[in-house]
């Protein structure tokens, strides 16, 4: 059993310090992956915190089948899923939505490289949930095969064929792109 897993165990029991430590030890995982969904970095501080209380909730509940973390990321998608839900029929438009930038060597390139992550980020919102999901699990969280499998509760084949298309369908949309770039 994984030490995570024993602290969510201690929770169950009434230890309090157990959850502080998890919070603590996951907040900036768990807001990075729904900032990667949403794109509003306050919004995913926010829908953290709704996780968080998710996973406070049921304690009671938590049975150590697999690694902790596979626990959490299980509850931040399909938090993420509803919001996405939500956002559809809400039709809302975030215009908070900050690019990351890397250090690098001018000014231009500097708007070069955010432009090309506010692509990709845009190409990636196009996706389906079922094929954004495990990519941005796999390419921004860095989780297996397997541990996607079980994120997404479905056989490490199809986590396999979600991301060949994610990939195969980003290609295809980034490539007029690519092409303008030569």
């Given at each position: 059993m994984d030490i995570d897993a024993e602290l969510m165990l201690r929770f169950k029991q009434g230890d309090v310090s157990s959850f502080e430590k998890l919070m603590r030890k996951y907040k900036e995982q768990v807001v990075n992956i729904?900032?990667?969904?949403?794109?509003?970095?306050?919004?995913?501080?926010?829908?953290?915190i709704e996780v968080f209380l998710k996973v406070y909730k049921s304690a009671k509940a938590y049975r150590a089948e697999a690694k902790f973390s596979t626990y959490l990321y299980r509850i931040t998608v399909n938090l993420c899923i509803n919001e996405l839900k939500r956002r559809k029929r809400h039709k809302s438009v975030s215009l908070n939505n900050?690019?990351?930038s890397k250090e690098l060597s001018s000014p231009v390139s500097i708007l070069e490289q955010r432009e090309r992550e506010a692509l990709v980020k845009k190409m990636i919102d196009t996706l389906p949930p079922t094929q954004r999901i495990p990519l941005i699990l796999q390419v921004y969280e860095g989780l297996s095969y397997k541990e996607i499998s079980k994120v997404l509760g479905c056989s490490v084949k199809g986590v396999e064929r979600r991301l060949y298309r994610a990939k195969t369908a980003l290609r295809?949309?980034?490539?007029?792109?690519?092409?303008?770039?030569?």
């Open positions: 729904i900032y990667r969904f949403i794109g509003d970095r306050d919004e995913a501080e926010d829908l953290a900050p690019v990351a295809k949309k980034l490539e007029p792109y690519l092409r303008s770039q030569k």
